[in-house]
Every structure is written in structure tokens, then in C-alpha cells.
């Protein structure tokens, strides 16, 4: 199974920019449908975006126009480039395959993502 590392939050103000990376341990070129969620305390966890193998993107409403995810499967990587961050942004943001049964209910410890006003 491959496993998946997600690096790259921090703290920063309104309106900058951030970007997230998604590192695999093993190969993604067999990886079809790749995707970035994010929790919030006393929230939901909440499917952010998505990559299939072909490029084709889907957003949440909220980050359309803002958000960018990308993969580049020679370097076992999927990133999420973040732009004008607002605080509702703040959150944990966690990296998957959506594609694999077997990972339901399976998280690693994301990367805390915190955007001030």
C-alpha cells in the first residue's frame, strides 16, 4: 500500500499563500482519483479537491478560484497551492487516494494549516 506524507502548512496571514504536498512512498502513476480534505475544530471534515490521473480537477465551492491541486506522479507527489487565504481556510489538511477502498476510514496526521486574520 502506498503510503502518503502531507508537509507544507504553517501560519500566515489573510491573503497569502501556501502549498501543501501530498508525498508517496511508492509509485502513483497506477493512482487513479487523489484528493485534499480539511477539519476544523468542531467541524466536519470536508473534501476540498480533487486529481484524477487524467488532470481533471473538482473544487469545493469555497476555495474555487483560490486553490490549485496538482500532481506530478514522476515524483510521487500531489500538491495543493493555496492563494488568497482567508481564516475559514484554517484547518487540517489531509491527503488521499479516493480511489482505494481499502484506505476508508484510514488518515495520516496531516499538516495544520492557520490562516490569521
Known amino acids: 500500500q502506498v503510503q502518503l506524507v502531507e508537509s507544507g502548512g504553517g501560519l500566515v496571514q489573510a491573503g497569502g499563500s501556501l502549498r501543501l504536498a501530498c508525498t508517496a512512498s511508492?509509485?502513483?502513476?497506477?493512482?487513479?482519483?487523489m484528493g485534499w480534505y480539511r477539519q476544523a475544530p468542531g467541524k466536519q471534515r470536508e473534501l476540498v479537491a480533487t486529481?484524477?490521473?487524467?488532470?481533471?480537477?473538482n473544487y469545493v465551492d469555497s476555495v474555487k478560484g483560490r486553490f490549485t491541486i496538482s500532481r506530478d506522479n514522476a515524483k510521487n507527489t500531489m500538491y495543493l497551492h493555496m492563494n488568497n487565504l482567508k481564516p475559514e481556510d484554517t484547518g487540517v489538511y489531509y491527503c488521499?487516494?479516493?480511489?482505494?477502498?481499502?484506505?476508508?476510514?484510514?488518515w495520516g496526521q496531516g499538516t495544520q494549516v492557520t490562516v490569521s486574520s
Open positions: 486529481i484524477s490521473s487524467g488532470g481533471s480537477t
Open positions: 511508492g509509485s502513483l502513476f497506477r493512482v487513479n482519483v
Open positions: 488521499t487516494i479516493l480511489s482505494d477502498p481499502s484506505r476508508f476510514g484510514s
